[in-house]
């Protein structure tokens, strides 16, 4: 009783707590969060990149469009108030609190293959997270084909007057959180990003929270 | 005449048919593409690939490695979405995040890679006379088109994107789901430091923008308005596809930053590796 205390106490948005589950560092996890419902996501040890997808739990063909989310509000950026859409457009989950602001809409997931382009050959055979996609992604029926561009809760990905963009160093810390809240049934697929090579994790992949509130 | 045109009857109706071939419009494919009157490279004969897309409407053509593909917004309102197969191995495709990751760089121009989401190349800019384009805001769908101009449905005046893109999938036997965030030419968008987005509009009529092909790919080109074109009404108007074969092109590229260098790395080496014929490359 006083571990569900606690953790109803570390959910952003007050209720019944109907999961509670930690992510170990470098881990995929996934489930499905039933409309309504909240999730918050806990950054335990600070600047800990999770890569996120959401699909429509009923038909997964409707998913998270990073297009349709920043186009839909004119801003590339997520925080409190963004509403996270599908390909047309429609409402999957709303950030409804955020400690941390500026969550990532462009960087996409990193990858074996992509992490030979960014860091070098030796980097091959390294944990990725389109890895985790794949592995966690394969229990609901999902293939690659139905990966597409994520958001990266907890990075931070500025864009320069140039163009230029990149991975800096994160504005969380240990214990921040963010929570989302499902519009309809959803099904949440994240990587908890192994990646070792940026500051996306300050080169320390460490475990992060979920918990899921239900409205009392 | 009167007669010929008649259709009453199944000969009179096949003459009626037939009677219309060669009508020339200003929006249509040429066959063979050879018979386009001014190819880019003045060599006719290696010419792939020659139409004109109406404002609204979609094109597509599996392309072999080696091809240089041009995009012209003829009248200075185009926007040519565009995504990118593996033809030989189509689940290897266009992915947007990548593209501006890897090269550290969210705009499109000269020498920027579009990359697989296997870490290779499948097409390089190798001209750019616009500068204006976008990677970030993909394109438009049914609901967005349906708010902004009454109609974004496939035969609607005002289509989106998406829909457009669904048909022209189709046609490759891929499906909706198989469709990544797409990249678009001729309208930019910006980003401002607070992460807003701003249309910075189109640069004209006449820019193009070149491709040149990695891998045998599918294109699917959407010639619609911009998700965020500030024109409440739907104004797209001509786009210019001419594709030609420049394989010698592959040695000579326009980029030596070492994240391109070791994509086209991969990509040659995932080549060598899937065919067996010596290729005619120095």
């Known amino acids: 009783m006083t571990l569900l205390a606690e953790t109803a106490d570390l959910a952003l948005v007050p209720g019944r707590v109907v999961l509670d589950e930690t992510v170990p560092l470098r881990a995929p996890w996934s489930a499905v969060v039933a409309a309504g419902d909240v999730l918050t996501i806990v950054d335990l040890h600070g600047n800990q990149a999770v890569d996120t ?5 009923a038909d997964h063909t409707r998913r998270y469009s990073a297009a349709a989310t920043v186009t839909a509000q004119q801003n590339l950026f997520l925080g409190t108030g963004s509403v996270l859409r599908d390909a047309d457009g429609e409402p999957l989950m709303t950030l409804v609190a955020d400690e941390v602001g500026n969550h990532d809409t462009v960087g996409g997931a990193c990858s074996q ?14 944990h990725a997270c389109v890895e985790n996609f794949l592995i ?12 597409v561009s994520n958001i990266n809760f907890f990075m931070n990905v500025p864009v320069e007057a140039d163009g230029t963009l990149g991975i800096v160093d994160g504005l969380s810390a240990p214990g921040k959180r963010l929570a989302i809240r499902a519009e309809r049934d959803v099904l949440v697929l994240v990587s908890n ?11 320390d992949p460490t475990p992060v929270r979920m918990i899921v509130t239900r409205e009392e | 005449m009167t007669e010929t045109l008649a259709t009453a009857t199944t000969h009179a109706a096949r003459a009626h048919a037939r009677a219309q071939a060669g009508t020339v419009t200003d929006a249509m494919p040429i066959v063979p593409a050879s018979a386009w009157s001014t190819p880019p490279n003045g060599r006719a004969a290696t010419m792939t690939w020659a139409e004109t897309v109406p404002g609204g409407r979609y094109a597509s053509k599996v392309l072999a490695r080696g091809t240089r593909l041009r995009l012209r917004d003829l009248d200075g309102a185009a926007c040519a979405h565009l995504l990118i197969f593996r033809a030989d191995a189509p689940h290897e495709r266009l992915n947007v995040a990548d593209t501006v990751k890897v090269p550290w760089q969210a705009y499109l121009g000269l020498g920027h890679p579009l990359l697989s989401d296997q870490g290779r190349v499948l097409a390089t800019v190798v001209a750019d006379t616009s500068g204006r384009h ?14 902004k101009y009454g109609a974004g ?6 289509p989106a994107g998406r829909e457009l893109f669904t048909v022209a999938a189709a046609k490759h036997d891929l499906q909706p789901r198989d469709l990544p965030p797409s990249l678009s030419f001729f309208h930019g968008v910006k980003v401002e430091d607070d992460g807003s987005l701003v249309s910075t509009g189109n640069a004209g009529a006449g820019a193009h923008v070149d491709l040149l092909f990695h891998l045998p790919v599918i294109v699917l080109i ?4 911009h998700p965020l074109d500030p024109n409440p009404e739907f104004g797209t108007t001509k786009l ?11 040695n000579s590229l326009p980029n030596d930053d070492p994240e391109y260098q070791r994509a086209v790395l991969n990509t040659e080496d995932a080549w060598a590796a899937a065919t067996i014929e010596t290729e005619n490359r120095q």
Do not use: M
């Not at chain 1, 394969?138 to 990966?147: N, T």
């Not at chain 1, 070792?196 to 080169?203: D, K, L, S, V």
């Open chain 1, 136 to 147: 966690e992604g394969a229990k609901w029926g999902l293939g690659k084909r139905d990966l």
């Open chain 2, 222 to 225: 959407a010639n619609t308005a």
């Open chain 1, 193 to 203: 990003c192994p990646q070792i090579n940026n500051p996306c994790n300050g080169f």
């Open chain 1, 53 to 57: 997808l959401i699909y429509d739990a």
């Open chain 2, 240 to 250: 210019e596809v001419l594709a030609w074969r420049a394989p010698e092109e592959l």
């Open chain 2, 153 to 158: 449905e496939l035969h609607s005046a005002s």
């Open chain 1, 113 to 126: 293959e992509s992490n030979t382009l960014r860091y070098g050959h030796h980097t091959k055979h390294q």
């Open chain 2, 134 to 147: 976008d990677a970030l805001c993909g394109t438009t769908h049914l609901a967005g088109n349906t708010a």
